[in-house]
């Protein structure tokens, strides 16, 4: 997908993502791609926040609303902290433009766990 990660803390995730293969068969930038490097920088930043726990992050529930399209030049994914806690993350994340014009507003939610233990499917 081209995604590059320009900045990245538990409150704040900024990554760019050319709109140059990932887009669909009408030229503009695919939805789905939108979704897909939405959730994966919100869970990025939410990933982060669950590491200073000592556990990992697992998303919940995503939603999304598609404003406008792009059909070239770099998109920018902003996710941004709503709530860190305990047990659970919510960020918003934002698509732009170059020109600064959202093209997706999304909001993603993410479970905090323990760590899964790599051998507990092993037989002792």
């Given amino acids: 997908m081209g995604v590059q990660i320009l900045e990245e803390s538990a409150q704040r995730v900024v990554a760019t993502m050319p709109v140059e293969g990932n ?8 939805g789905g791609a939108s979704l897909a490097v939405g959730e994966a920088v919100g869970s990025w930043a939410a990933v982060i926040h669950a590491s200073t726990l000592g556990k990992t992050a697992v998303g919940v529930d995503v939603s999304a609303t598609h404003h406008k399209s792009a059909r070239s030049g770099l998109v920018t994914i902003t996710a941004t902290a709503i709530h860190l806690g305990g047990t659970m993350t919510t960020h918003e994340v934002l698509l732009t433009n170059e020109a600064g ?14 760590k899964p233990n790599p051998k507990a499917h092993l037989a002792p």
């Avoid at 014009?101 to 323990?114: A, G, K």
Wanted: net charge positive; proline share 0%; charged share 25%.
């Fill in 101 to 114: 014009e959202r093209l997706c507003t999304m909001r993603i939610s993410n479970l905090i766990l323990d």
């Fill in 23 to 30: 887009r669909q068969s009408f030229g503009l930038l695919h």
